[in-house]
């Protein structure tokens, strides 16, 4: 089992900044190099899409409606993934979920969720 912590959610005006973090527990910290670590949201009615991936190769992709906007950074010597969000819209309004991914094993683990208002 591997436990997936975010925080940093919250209520934020337009055009304001939100950062979230994630932290995996000791248990996965040997092997959290091996991990892809990733943002994904869910607004109500609409699908579960990504929102930003940090590979554990090192690269770095996001969803094309955040580009330029949200930055994905990760700490491996503290297990630790964030996701800087800028220049916010409402739009970004979603519950959003830390993932971490092995997928050449399928082992993929997600958070319970942080609620991401963006609202004035």
């Known amino acids: 089992q591997v436990q997936l912590v975010e925080s940093g959610g919250g209520l934020v005006q337009p055009g304001g900044s939100l950062r979230l973090s994630c932290v995996a527990s000791?248990?996965?910290?040997?092997?959290?190099?091996?991990?892809?670590m990733g943002w994904y949201r869910q607004s109500p009615g609409k699908q579960l899409e990504l929102v930003a991936r940090?590979?554990?190769?090192?690269?770095?992709i996001y969803a094309n409606s955040v580009k330029g906007r949200f930055t994905i950074d990760r700490d491996n010597a503290n297990y630790t993934v964030y996701l800087q969000m800028d220049n916010m819209r409402p739009e970004d309004t979603a519950v959003y979920y830390c993932n971490a991914a092995r997928l050449t094993v399928n082992y993929i683990y997600w958070g319970q969720g942080t609620q991401v208002t963006v609202s004035s």
């Open positions: 000791v248990s996965i910290s040997r092997l959290y190099h091996l991990y892809d």
């Open positions: 940090f590979t554990s190769d090192g690269s770095k």
